[in-house]
Each structure stands twice: as structure tokens, then as C-alpha cells.
């Protein structure tokens, strides 16, 4: 079954500093990505996507992922962190494996230390 | 500027009334979604709609209906609300996605529906 785990459910950095969060993944099939931010009561808005193109994909704000097919891995990172990104971040997939029906991690919460 | 607008920010009703809450979305979109969101649990999809008049179950069905009466608008029943019940809702619309297959598209969502059942 297809599956994506979040492996870190908190993450805090230092404003300044690089973001990584990291996420795996789990597909018989070739995935779609995305990555999707929702700042405090707020809705899910996308960050960036994979869809079988370029392996590194750059998204809003800053932020970038690079799908590593070997490692099953969609790690979103970013060169310096701002106050404005402390937010809880998703990573999706979809593929055949699940109908193309999105399928959510658990989520990691950015903190993000001034 | 695409929008998905939900009917209210935040909700509170007591055990066994009837609950709807109401999305809409001005993008054209043919697929519609309610998921409800949970602490360490991410999303979970409740119902889908491809088409109006059309619905499908999600993962979590149990104690929820749903109604697709226009392409724009699609709404969440609960039919006779649980205080198990009480969480975030969140509804998403997309188009299509590749090779004309339903999904497997960004979707796009509104800004939630925060139910409490008391």
C-alpha cells in the first residue's frame, strides 16, 4: 500500500539557518509529490510539486525539494529560515498504488527561533 | 485570484443535531473533497465528488453524507453529530489530472471549518 511518513513531527531552527524536513515515501508506481504549508488556522497552500520532470523542484518562498528515487525520499529544504515560515508542512504522493488519491503524512510543525 | 470558500471559520452544536457545512469554489473545477484534520493524523479524505450528482466514498465515510447538487458547491452532513466528530474540516477542489485520470492533481483548499460537538 502506498504510505508517506513525515519523519520528524517538530522541527525548530534559528532564524538565518537552513530548513530540512524530511519525508519518505512508499509507491509500486511513479509518484506525484507535493509538499503543502498551512500557517496557524489557516487552509493547506501548495508549495512546490513533483510530477516526473526535473528531479529538483523549486517552489514558493524559497523553499526546494529533490525527489531521490533510490532513497524514496521528497526532503524539502530552504537556505535560511524567516519568522514567516513557522508553519505545519505536509508531504503528499499520489500515484496508481492509491487510485491518484492523495495520500497525507502526519505533518511536521516548523518552529522557528528569532 | 482562485478560491475555496467555506460557509464558517468555526462551529459549535450540540450531540445529535444535524450539522452541513458548505463549500464552494469559483476555479471550474470537477472534483471536489472533504477531509477532516486531526493532531498527528494528518488529512483524512471523508468523501470525493468527480462530477455533480457523483460521490465516493473516502477513508472515513462512517457518520457523514454528502451533496453535490452544483458543479460549485459541495456539502458535508452530519446526520446526527457525535462529540467524535469534533475536529477540523477542510474541503479542496481540483481539475482533472494527467492522462485524464481523476486525480493525482493539486488540489487547492479553503481555509477550514473548525466544528466542535458538545
Known amino acids: 500500500a502506498q504510505s508517506v511518513t513525515q519523519l520528524d513531527s517538530h522541527v525548530s531552527v534559528s532564524e538565518g539557518t537552513p530548513v530540512l524536513l524530511r519525508c519518505n515515501y512508499s509507491s509500486s508506481y511513479s509518484p506525484s509529490l507535493f509538499w503543502y504549508v498551512q500557517h496557524p488556522n489557516k487552509g493547506l497552500q501548495l508549495l512546490l510539486k513533483y510530477t516526473s520532470a526535473a528531479t529538483l523542484v523549486k517552489g514558493i518562498n524559497g523553499f526546494e525539494a529533490e525527489f531521490k528515487k533510490s532513497e524514496t525520499s521528497f526532503h524539502l529544504t530552504k537556505p535560511s529560515a524567516h519568522m514567516s515560515d513557522a508553519a505545519e508542512y505536509f508531504c503528499?504522493?499520489?500515484?496508481?498504488?492509491?487510485?491518484?488519491?492523495?495520500?497525507f503524512g502526519s505533518g511536521t510543525r516548523l518552529l522557528v527561533r528569532p | 485570484d482562485v478560491k475555496v470558500t467555506q460557509s464558517s471559520r468555526y462551529l459549535v452544536k450540540r450531540t445529535g443535531e444535524k450539522v452541513f457545512l458548505e463549500c464552494v469554489q469559483d476555479?471550474?473545477?470537477?472534483?471536489m473533497f472533504w477531509y477532516r484534520q486531526d493532531p498527528g493524523l494528518g488529512l483524512r479524505l471523508i468523501y470525493f465528488s468527480y462530477d455533480v450528482k457523483m460521490k465516493e466514498k473516502g477513508d472515513i465515510p462512517e457518520g457523514y453524507s454528502v451533496s453535490r447538487e452544483k458543479k460549485e458547491r459541495f456539502s458535508l452532513i452530519l446526520e446526527s453529530a457525535s462529540t467524535n466528530q469534533t475536529s477540523m474540516y477542510l474541503c479542496?477542489?481540483?481539475?482533472?489530472?494527467?492522462?485524464?485520470?481523476?486525480?493525482?492533481?493539486?488540489?487547492?483548499f479553503g481555509p477550514g471549518t473548525r466544528l466542535t460537538v458538545l
Open positions: 476555479m471550474d473545477h470537477e472534483n
Open positions: 479542496a477542489s481540483s481539475s482533472p489530472g494527467i492522462a485524464g485520470v481523476s486525480w493525482g492533481n493539486e488540489q487547492f
Open positions: 503528499v504522493v499520489t500515484s496508481m498504488d492509491s487510485s491518484y488519491k492523495l495520500i
